[in-house]
């Protein structure tokens, strides 16, 4: 007797999500067991602490500036409010459930249908679910091939979980569930379905929040928007942008308290008020094509062969960019492909990439998890064809 996958999806997806939870739930009774683990805290880092500084100070009537996300200062802000912290660690009761139990459980469920609208296929999708479930033990199996097993598990394992209070997970979680909003309304608009302007909205919403959360972001969006400038979608383009500049608002309204609203991370950058008003500095970047040089040769670690793996990968990756571009529409191909590559191309091109590659890594591969699978289905049908000579 066969298999239906279509009646049982919705069933196995449901199940991952459970799944998540109670992965979640081991976690926290250290299983696997990290270096650091007490109580809700898990390894975060010393970068949160600014954050949580500046959000006591808000509570006291006083908005200081912070290099990093306004909008994630509100939102310590409201931690330390309920739970009544003291330190950072004591506001981890109210951050971790709601990044790791919640947004995380959700992200399984907003993995299983971006990756369905973006390849029609109810088997690619499961496979990217599972994958993007089992994501946390599978880093942990393949940090077990280095040296520093016991450090890299300690960071990247709980932050995978998102379970560290930091910024990482939720504008994951954000840029997801646009991307798939985004791939909906765009599909449902050839259908002329009536609440497709609320897709767009509501699209738009969740990638300013992203974005609010963490600036990066805004290289994930920048080729969903192209894709709809390609298509023609005036219309959705506008409602998209509204929803933006709502999802974004938390960060101009820090901004603007602060001082300007303008006064945004990494744009204030470029961008700052002078005696004669704008003036930009455009040399004042954390871009170059030195540090593009410098982090490519780090991660190939100067070896020949892994740079050759890397070629031959990205000739796969365009590939099936190509197929996906034929098979599915040019929205799909480049919210499924460029978005992530350009997330990965933005933060390659920085400093900051060699002080961190992994985490700043994460979020083109958590965005690219679709592409991956269909590129994986996409060379085993090429490779097939081959051997049976079509």
């Not at 209070?165 to 449902?188: K, M, N, S, V």
């Not at 994930?220 to 509204?242: D, G, K, N, S």
């Not at 670690?301 to 990968?313: D, F, T």
Request: aromatic share 16%; net charge positive.
């Amino acid at each position: 007797m066969n298999f239906d996958l279509e009646r049982w999806w919705s069933r196995l997806v449901i199940a991952l999500v459970i799944l998540r939870v109670i992965m979640m739930g081991l976690l926290l009774g250290d299983v696997p067991k990290l270096d650091y683990h007490v109580g809700w805290a898990f390894y975060h880092g010393a970068d949160i602490y600014p954050y949580f500084l500046a959000a006591q100070r808000v509570l006291a009537g006083e908005f200081a500036y912070v290099p990093m996300s306004g909008a994630w200062v509100l939102w310590m802000a409201l931690a330390i409010r309920l739970t009544n912290a003291n330190g950072y660690e004591e506001a981890l009761a109210f951050l971790t459930p709601i990044h790791s139990f919640v947004l995380g459980s959700l992200s399984v469920w907003v993995m299983a249908q971006l990756t369905w609208r973006l390849t029609a296929s109810r088997w690619q999708s499961l496979i990217a679910t599972a994958s993007w479930t089992f994501s946390p033990y599978l880093m942990w199996w393949a940090f077990g091939f280095f040296p520093q097993a016991v450090s890299l598990r300690n960071v990247f394992v709980s932050r995978q979980f998102w379970a560290n209070g930091l910024t990482d997970g939720p504008a994951i979680f954000f840029a997801l569930l646009g991307a798939y909003l985004l791939i909906r309304a765009h599909q449902l608009e050839e259908t002329r379905f009536l609440g497709v302007k609320r897709l767009w909205i509501l699209a738009g919403v969740s990638l300013g929040i992203a974005t609010a959360i963490r600036i990066h972001s805004l290289a994930m969006i920048a080729p969903m928007v192209f894709a709809l400038i390609l298509m023609r979608q005036w219309r959705a383009i506008a409602w998209f942008a509204l929803g933006g500049v709502v999802g974004f608002s938390p960060q101009l309204i820090y901004s603007a308290f602060f001082g300007s609203i303008l006064d945004i991370p990494y744009i204030r950058n470029w961008l700052r008020p002078g005696e004669n008003g704008l003036r930009f500095e455009w040399n004042n970047t954390p871009f170059s094509p030195r540090f593009l040089l410098e982090n490519f040769l780090t991660i190939t670690r100067g070896n020949w062969l892994v740079m050759l793996i890397a070629v031959l990968g990205c000739a796969m990756l365009i590939y099936a960019f190509w197929r996906m571009w034929v098979q599915r529409g040019k929205v799909e191909a480049l919210t499924a492909f460029v978005a992530p590559a350009a997330s990965f191309g933005v933060h390659v091109s920085t400093y900051l990439f060699f002080d961190d590659p992994i985490r700043f890594t994460m979020p083109a591969l958590s965005l690219g998890v679709p592409a991956m699978v269909w590129t994986l289905f996409v060379s085993l049908n090429f490779t097939f064809q081959k051997i049976r000579g079509d």
